[in-house]
């Protein structure tokens, strides 16, 4: 086929025939993943971007009982005056507040005092606003024509009717959610565990925060920022701290982290010409594979299962670890946590920089949009794009996407971007 030939590789180019590309590395990792079935049971306050683990159906009606809408008066509707010219005077004979209902009759020609969220009383069914009517001396009120019977009031059950389904395993709880339960009074919330994520860094030149660098270290910044990540998710975190390029250390870390969590991440160590051992190590201790996807930054990927855990072997460098777990981990520990594959959103915008790209790999360059005055919205690139540039993801509000076939963009043209908003 003619087209194939266009996937040749060339000294000049990315292309890799022997590498995986995204949609693909997904497709394998969400082959592997089932979700966590666990439950817990929860009080509402801790129940926020947990997953509902069973169907919650209402109790009761919200609002209990049908209420004004607004401060007026309340009347029958059929009370009303004949004609849109023609008006009407009411004896005021009670007042209803939120709270505080009014408990006798309202006969024809009279009119109770009704504040918003008060029960309707007795006998009325149409609330006049209070800037629509004319108080009169005597505790009277005029009222004029041109009103709708039943106007201003919210029938009991008009937010959520008993039996309705409310909220359906898989949801994660968002405030608005939160304030509903409340409004059925339910105070606890049966939802599926967290997933537990344990994660640690290799190599030999990596030093904590709050030690003194030696000779030749550096300070470990990606158990940082995927501390961050994994803290935004709202995930278990177990941060391992350091493991050196040792076989038997990294086996026994592997293995430990293996059986505290689900899903076990590490960075570093993976990148082609990096120690051998590591392939071994990781090959003794499971179903490990090797991939190469056809991305940058973020080619070396490592994935698999060692004993129960699901293995992430992400890349050093510390933008390719951002993006990497962007694009593969952060699905799959929605999908383990809520049964639901969910990748990040992609808009397109005005590129307002000039890309440089090869075809070959799929890129996630990193820029800053906004929306222009014409409501538009424009990205710019970060500046310097290395794999090592930590600063650009820290700068950067987006990734600009450039496919496989892109040889980059001009200024003007459209190009996808991904907002980091969109990710959590
Ligand atoms: P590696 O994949 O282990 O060959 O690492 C690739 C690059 O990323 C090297 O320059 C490492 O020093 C760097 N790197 C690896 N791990 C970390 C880390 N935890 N924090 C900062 N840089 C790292
Ligand atoms: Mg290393």
């Known amino acids: ?55 919650i159906h209402s109790p009761r009606q919200v609002p209990a009982h049908t209420n004004s809408a607004m401060d007026g008066y309340a009347i029958a509707g059929s009370d009303l005056p004949d004609n849109d010219n023609a008006s009407k005077i009411f ?42 009517v004319e108080v009169l001396a005597g505790k009277r009120v005029k009222i004029a024509g041109g009103h709708q019977k039943g106007q201003n009031v919210r029938p009991a059950g008009e937010d959520v009717d008993t039996g309705d389904t409310v909220l359906k395993p898989g949801r994660q709880i968002t405030p608005a959610d939160m304030g509903i339960l409340a409004s059925l009074g339910i105070s606890e919330i049966r939802v599926f565990r967290r997933p ?25 910044s990606n158990r940082y920022s995927l501390y961050g990540m994994l803290q935004r998710l709202g995930v278990e975190i177990l941060d391992m701290g350091i493991v050196p390029d040792d076989p038997d250390a990294m086996h026994t ?9 689900d899903v076990v991440i590490t960075s570093g160590g993976v990148s082609v010409g990096e120690a051998d051992y590591i392939k071994t ?46 694009q593969f981990v952060q699905p799959a520990l929605h999908y383990l946590a809520s049964g639901k594959t969910h990748y990040p959103m992609t808009l397109t915008a005005n ?62 043209e459209t190009v996808e971007i991904q907002p980091f908003e969109g990710f959590i």
């Not at 870390?253 to 969590?261: N, R």
């Not at 090797?290 to 930054?297: A, D, G, L, R, T």
């Not at 440089?356 to 710019?380: D, H, M, T």
């Open 196 to 220: 537990r994520v344990a994660f640690f860094s290799t190599g030999d030149e990596l030093c904590s925060v709050g030690e003194t660098l030696q000779q030749g270290q550096i300070y470990d």
């Open 253 to 261: 870390a592997l293995t430990s982290a293996s059986h505290m969590a």
């Open 1 to 55: 086929m003619q087209e194939t030939l266009t996937h040749v590789p060339s000294c000049a180019d990315d292309y890799d025939p022997t590498s995986l590309s995204i949609e693909l590395a997904r497709e394998r990792i969400q082959q592997a993943l089932q979700p966590i079935a666990d439950q817990e049971t929860l009080s509402l306050r801790q129940c926020l971007n947990r997953v509902v683990a069973s169907v």
């Open 351 to 412: 590129c307002t920089s000039r890309l440089k790209k090869r075809p070959g790999r799929f890129e996630f360059q990193r820029g800053i949009y906004q929306q222009a005055k014409n409501g538009q919205l424009v990205v710019s690139k970060t500046g310097e794009q290395g794999s090592g540039i930590l600063r650009s993801m820290s700068q950067a509000n987006c990734f600009i996407l450039l496919p496989v076939e892109s040889q980059g963009a001009e200024p003007g």
């Open 281 to 326: 190590t990781l090959e003794a201790l499971g179903d490990i594979h090797f991939w190469k996807v056809s991305m940058k930054p973020g080619r070396p990927l490592t994935f698999g299962k060692i004993n129960q855990a699901h293995f992430f072997g992400l890349p050093g460098n510390p933008v390719s670890v951002m993006v990497t777990f962007y």
């Open 91 to 132: 004896d005021i004979i009670g007042t209803a507040l939120a709270g505080s209902p009014f408990t006798s009759d309202c006969q024809s020609g009279q009119a109770i005092r009704i504040m918003t969220g008060a029960v309707i009383p007795q006998g009325c069914d149409t609330v006049i606003m209070q800037e629509h």
